[in-house]
């Protein structure tokens, strides 16, 4: 079986016992590690694997051709996206500073970005300026260097970007959070409706819980993809990103998947989605 998901910790924390043959009945899995704009890509193409990680703010571009598994993605609480600066600090009081200005993003796509629209259609006066899309890992070195106004960020940059000397003008996370009530719905795994979806999510849930078990099992297949990351921040990502939503999305990880495609929605953002598509 065809599957593609990120290097970044938590999704080689989750499929550790999976890709290694560790869950009973479960089929080989032939990988592809990807970067999230990847792997959106590669699901909209309509020449993507069986099974694969996407930003849930894809999602409505894929429902037709894949479904939403109840486990194995990452929503949370304290762990959304950042807006950065190199030389302003904290605030959506100070968010009329991004207005006309460059802003790279790691991908049109992405939860992050429709995450960042929302915000800045409530707060940034007129909008921001020109749209880049780079790899994650290019954005703050870009924003540090001068070469950007303000960089959108996400997964470990929440524990290394002052390490670049930058500021932090907006947790997103923390704004969709007080906004809503609901968790950050951020990455998403679908597999092909055409496959035993009861079965995928099973072995999904069975791989979680193995890693839970027996995190030591996982520890040097994840610093193998982990992108030079040291095993504190390695491992503070996987605290972060891998919770109770990983394992059962529940009530209200539907609930908070649905107030985000509904309200980008309403603004024109994304394409209406059919509630019915997501269960």
Not at 120 to 133: F, N, Y
Not at 170 to 189: M, R, V, Y
Not at 219 to 243: C, F, G, K
Not at 246 to 263: F, P, Q, S
Request: aromatic letters at 8%; a negative charge.
């Amino acid at each position: 079986m065809n599957i593609a998901f990120s290097p970044c910790p938590n999704d080689t924390f989750v499929f550790h016992a999976w890709v290694h043959g560790l869950i009973p009945g479960a089929p080989e899995l032939d990988v592809t590690y990807a970067d999230i704009d990847i792997t959106n890509g590669l699901a909209a193409s309509g020449r993507g694997p069986d099974v694969l990680k996407v930003s849930y703010a894809a999602l409505p571009w894929l429902l037709d051709e894949y479904a939403l598994l109840p486990c194995g993605g990452a929503l949370g609480r304290g762990c959304g996206p950042l807006v950065l600066t190199a030389g302003t600090d904290g605030g959506a009081d100070e968010a009329s500073a991004l207005s006309g200005r460059r802003v790279a993003v790691p991908s049109e796509r992405s939860t992050a970005y429709l995450l960042f629209r929302l915000w800045a259609a409530q707060h940034v006066p007129g909008g921001v300026g020109e749209i880049i899309v780079m790899p994650f890992d290019e954005i703050m070195p870009a924003v540090q260097r001068g070469d950007i106004d303000a960089g959108l960020v996400i997964h470990e940059a929440r524990f290394t970007y002052q390490n670049y000397g930058l500021k932090m003008l907006q947790d997103l996370g923390s704004w969709w959070e007080s906004d809503t009530g609901l968790p950050i719905p951020l990455g998403a795994i679908i597999a092909r409706r055409s496959l035993d979806l009861a079965a995928l999510a099973g072995w999904t849930r069975e791989s979680v819980e193995y890693a839970w078990a027996h995190p030591e099992a996982s520890a040097d297949y994840v610093m193998s993809h982990a992108q030079e990351m040291s095993p504190e921040v390695t491992q503070a990502h996987i605290n972060l990103y891998v919770n109770r939503y990983t394992a059962e999305l529940g009530e209200d990880g539907y609930a908070a998947v649905a107030a985000l495609l509904d309200r980008a929605a309403a603004e024109g953002l994304v394409p209406k989605v059919d509630p019915a598509k997501l269960r």
